[in-house]
């Protein structure tokens, strides 16, 4: 009978990054081209290494992988978030959020386990210390993990979200169906989804660590490098890399590790723009413009079709 009481929300008005009227087109023309450029970015740089042999080794695969990833987190949220860019009303149905949420979990996840996966390849970080090659079949299982834990933990916790009740406000302080966004709005127990919650911070900071002693090894391989000039080639490979796993990592921390009573969801929405929209740019930038191999098998490529 107390469930009969509460009206049930078919749909949620998404509060967006702005609300102010003459912000609007410019955010619009601003991620509009951000979101074309991630989109021809990562197509190309998955298309390049399927066409191109030379690219056909594990590390490459695993940077495809990295592509389809960073293809599809924003384009679960940027397209929906332009469309509202451009409407008075910014309303999202209750299965498009719940669908939203999901893949986006799925996604966030899948990039926290493939960037640790990658941590541990050290060709992927710096060439010059690449002397342990990968079997394809472990390439593939680890990968087959990483999108696996995603799917889990997205399944369980859009499971748990399917469950709460919505019955006040229905405006989310988000430009997209985030998490904790969405738990504000309940008016049932959340107890459930709180302790699945607490446990994905608790995975996220094992993840985080983990990476530590990858770096700190390449670090210290780095340096007793003879030659300047070597020392100098290994930094400029690893230093934009470890700056995007920076990013990324430390704008999730600050999204979703700080006290409710610290901060404003506002700084929130700012600092999530860079995990689920930024990083997913600068990553084919990294891997494509500072990766000789990957010139070569673009100049080959374009040369052949030239002729």
């Known amino acids: 009978m107390a469930e009969e009481n509460h009206s049930t929300v078919t749909e949620f008005i998404l509060a967006g990054l702005t609300d102010k009227p003459e912000h609007q087109l410019p955010l619009f023309l601003l991620f509009l081209g951000v979101y074309v450029f991630t989109v021809v970015g990562n197509v190309g740089m998955i298309t390049l290494i399927g066409l191109s042999s030379r690219l056909h080794t594990t590390m490459y695969y695993l940077l495809s992988s990295l592509s389809f990833i960073d293809l599809c987190q924003p384009t679960v949220i940027t397209p929906k978030m332009l469309v509202n860019f451009m409407m008075e009303k910014n309303t999202i149905s209750y299965p498009e959020c719940m669908t939203q949420l999901y893949f986006f979990i799925v996604f966030a996840i899948a990039k926290c386990h493939m960037l640790s996966v990658m941590a541990y390849d050290p060709y992927l970080q710096v060439p010059l210390l690449y002397n342990v090659i990968m079997s394809n079949q472990v390439c593939s299982w680890m990968v087959v993990g990483v999108y696996s834990m995603g799917l889990i933990r997205a399944t369980v916790?859009?499971?748990?979200?399917?469950?709460?009740?919505?019955?006040?406000?229905?405006?989310?302080?988000?430009?997209?169906c985030d998490l904790f966004p969405l738990l504000e709005l309940s008016c049932s127990s959340t107890f459930i989804n709180e302790v699945i919650g607490l446990i994905s911070v608790c995975l996220f900071f094992i993840t985080s660590i983990s990476l530590s002693p990858s770096y700190i090894f390449i670090i210290a391989s780095i340096l007793h490098i003879c030659s300047t000039e070597g020392r100098y080639k290994a930094f400029s490979t690893c230093?934009?890399?470890?700056?995007?796993?920076?990013?990324?990592?430390?704008?999730?921390?600050?999204?979703?590790?700080?006290?409710?009573?610290?901060?404003?969801?506002?700084?929130?929405k700012v600092s999530s723009v860079f995990y689920t929209i930024i990083v997913p740019m600068l990553n084919p930038l990294i891997y494509c413009l500072r990766n000789k191999d990957v010139k070569v098998a673009l100049s080959k490529l374009l040369g052949n079709k030239s002729l």
């Open 157 to 176: 916790n859009t499971t748990c979200m399917l469950r709460v009740l919505f019955c006040k406000d229905d405006i989310i302080n988000h430009y997209f």
């Open 239 to 268: 230093s934009s890399h470890v700056s995007a796993v920076a990013l990324f990592f430390g704008s999730l921390a600050f999204m979703y590790l700080q006290p409710s009573s610290v901060g404003s969801m506002d700084q929130g």
